[in-house]
C-alpha cells in the first residue's frame, strides 16, 4: 500500500544549527514533491516544489532534496531560527492524476533559542 | 493581497445537525481542493474540483457529506446529519492547475466540533 512516512516525534534543534527533516514513501513514483509549513491554528503554506529530474532545489535558508531511487525527500533549514518553529508537511504527488497530491503527517520543529 | 477565505471559522453543533462550510477560492484560480484535518489522520483529502467539475470526491463519505461548487466564487462541503467523529478541522485550498504542478492556497480553515 502506498504510504508516506514523516518523523511523528518533534524535532528539537539549537538557534543557528541546520534543521533536516525526512520524508519517505513507498508505492509512489510521483512527478514532483511539495514542502508546506503549517503554524497553530493556520492552513498550511506552501514553501518549495522539486520535481522527479531534479536532485536539489533551493530558496533562501530553505533546501530540499530529492532521491527518486531512495525514495526519500529531505528539507533543510540552514542557521535555523526560533521563528522556524512549526510543522514540515511533505505532499506527494498522486498517480491518481488530476495533479492530486497526498500529505504526510508532518514533523514538527521546535527551535531553541 | 489575494487569499482563500473560509467562513464559518468555528462551529459547535449538536450530532444529527446539518452543518455547512463555505469557501471562497482565490480568484482566476481553477482548483479546489476539500480537506479534513484530524491529530490522527493528518491532512486528508475530500474532494477535488477543476474548474468547477468534481474530479474526485473518494475520500469522502458519500451518505452524509456532499461538496458543490454552485460558482467559481463559492465552493460548499455539507454535512447531513453530522456525527462526533466529522469533528475535524476543515480545510479549503485552491490552486491554478498547470501541466504539472499545483502548489495549493489554504484558508484558515473551519474548525467542527459534533457534540
Known amino acids: 500500500s502506498q504510504k508516506i512516512e514523516q518523523n511523528s516525534e518533534a524535532l528539537n534543534i539549537q538557534e543557528g544549527k541546520t534543521a533536516t527533516l525526512t520524508c519517505n514513501y513507498t508505492?509512489?513514483?510521483?512527478?514532483?514533491l511539495q514542502w508546506y509549513r503549517q503554524d497553530p491554528g493556520r492552513g498550511p503554506v506552501f514553501l518549495l516544489l522539486?520535481?522527479?529530474?531534479?536532485k536539489e532545489k533551493r530558496k533562501e535558508r530553505l533546501k530540499v532534496t530529492f532521491d527518486t531511487t531512495l525514495k526519500q525527500s529531505l528539507f533543510h533549514i540552514t542557521a535555523s531560527q526560533p521563528a522556524d518553529s512549526a510543522t514540515y508537511l511533505c505532499?506527494?504527488?498522486?498517480?491518481?492524476?488530476?495533479?492530486?497530491?497526498?500529505f504526510g503527517t508532518g514533523t514538527k520543529l521546535q527551535v531553541i533559542p | 493581497d489575494a487569499r482563500v477565505t473560509q467562513t464559518p471559522r468555528h462551529k459547535v453543533t449538536e450530532m444529527g445537525q446539518e452543518v455547512t462550510m463555505r469557501c471562497q477560492p482565490i480568484?482566476?484560480?481553477?482548483?479546489v481542493f476539500w480537506y479534513r484535518q484530524t491529530m490522527m489522520q493528518g491532512l486528508e483529502l475530500l474532494a477535488y474540483?477543476?474548474?468547477?467539475?468534481?474530479?474526485?470526491d473518494s475520500g469522502m463519505p458519500k451518505d452524509r457529506f456532499s461538496a458543490e461548487m454552485p460558482d467559481a466564487t463559492l465552493a460548499t462541503l455539507k454535512i447531513q446529519p453530522s456525527e462526533p467523529r466529522d469533528s475535524a478541522v476543515y480545510f479549503c485550498?485552491?490552486?491554478?492547475?498547470?501541466?504539472?504542478?499545483?502548489?495549493?492556497?489554504f484558508g484558515p480553515g473551519t474548525r467542527l466540533t459534533v457534540l
Open positions: 485550498a485552491s490552486g491554478l492547475a498547470l501541466v504539472v504542478a499545483n502548489e495549493q492556497f
Open positions: 508505492n509512489y513514483s510521483p512527478a514532483y
Open positions: 522539486i520535481r522527479e529530474n531534479e
Open positions: 505532499a506527494l504527488e498522486n498517480s491518481g492524476g488530476y495533479q492530486k497530491v497526498t
Open positions: 474540483f477543476r474548474n468547477r467539475a468534481p474530479l474526485d
Open positions: 480568484l482566476g484560480h481553477n482548483t
